[in-house]
T-cell receptor, first 116, second 113 residues
Framework: QQQVKQSPQSLIVQKGGISIINCAYE??????FPWYQQFPGKGPALLIA?????SEKKEGRFTISFNKSAKQFSLHIMDSQPGDSATYFC???????????????FGQGTILTVHP | AAGVIQSPRHLIKEKRETATLKCYPI?????VYWYQQGPGQDPQFLIS???????DKGSIPDRFSAQQFSDYHSELNMSSLELGDSALYFC????????????FGPGTRLLVL
């Protein structure tokens, strides 16, 4: 059972456009929502993250919008560039309890292609 | 800034052979996670360690084992390799004290022939 559902599977936008990727989660115990960017053959790299006590977080061209009541959050990439072409994963950690945060549960991933 | 180091970066093995993957976390990070990523798939959690003790276990086959050493580096041992074990294996590290962020290494690409 996929605890974090991500859409769309793939997305094509023109340079300068806005890319929007959506995620929905089931577990209300999730309290931290990172987005990772992954280039082919590379490790996932943290892009931006949000906690559910805020509705929006912006870092440069990247914004996370969070809707706690709907259990949904989304990544917006403004002024999309060809260099943004990559796979994007939303995620949430399952707390193992005790002293450390737990394993990340990832969404299925979105392959973003930005055409010049 | 120092990042997570994984070795080897690429590994080719025959069926039924064994493999050992190594992970060196970011300095001062005390928690290590292992993930497996198949082609076109999202990373799947295998196992994690905190302060040298196993902290959580996911869909890790019984043929695999792992440990974390006193210097916090970790090794994933894989035996009786199968074709289906071909994947990217990532290690991630975090600092348990307020450190929910996991930083991923570059991965080891394992090919089983």
């Amino acid at each position: 059972q996929q605890q974090v559902k991500q859409s769309p599977q793939s997305l094509i936008v023109q340079k300068g456009g806005i890319s929007i990727i959506n995620c929905a989660y089931e577990n209300t115990a999730f309290d931290y929502f990172p987005w990772y960017q992954q280039f082919p053959g590379k490790g996932p790299a943290l892009l931006i993250a949000i906690r559910p006590d805020v509705s929006e977080k912006k870092e440069g061209r990247f914004t996370i919008s969070f809707n706690k009541s709907a259990k949904q959050f989304s990544l917006h990439i403004m002024d999309s560039q060809p260099g943004d072409s990559a796979t994007y994963f939303c995620a949430a950690p399952n707390n193992a309890g005790g002293t450390s945060y737990g394993k990340l549960t990832f969404g299925q991933g979105t392959i973003l292609t930005v055409h010049p | 800034a120092a990042g997570v180091i994984q070795s080897p970066r690429h590994l080719i093995k025959e069926k039924r052979e064994t493999a050992t993957l190594k992970c060196y976390p970011i300095p001062r990070h005390d928690t290590v996670y292992w993930y497996q990523q198949g082609p076109g798939q999202d990373p799947q959690f295998l196992i994690s360690f905190y302060e040298k003790m196993q902290s959580d276990k996911g869909s890790i086959p019984d043929r695999f084992s792992a440990q974390q050493f006193s210097d916090y580096h970790s090794e994933l041992n894989m035996s009786s390799l199968e074709l289906g074990d071909s994947a990217l294996y990532f290690c991630a590290s975090s600092l348990s004290a307020g450190g929910e962020t996991q930083y991923f290494g570059p991965g080891t690409r394992l090919l089983v022939l």
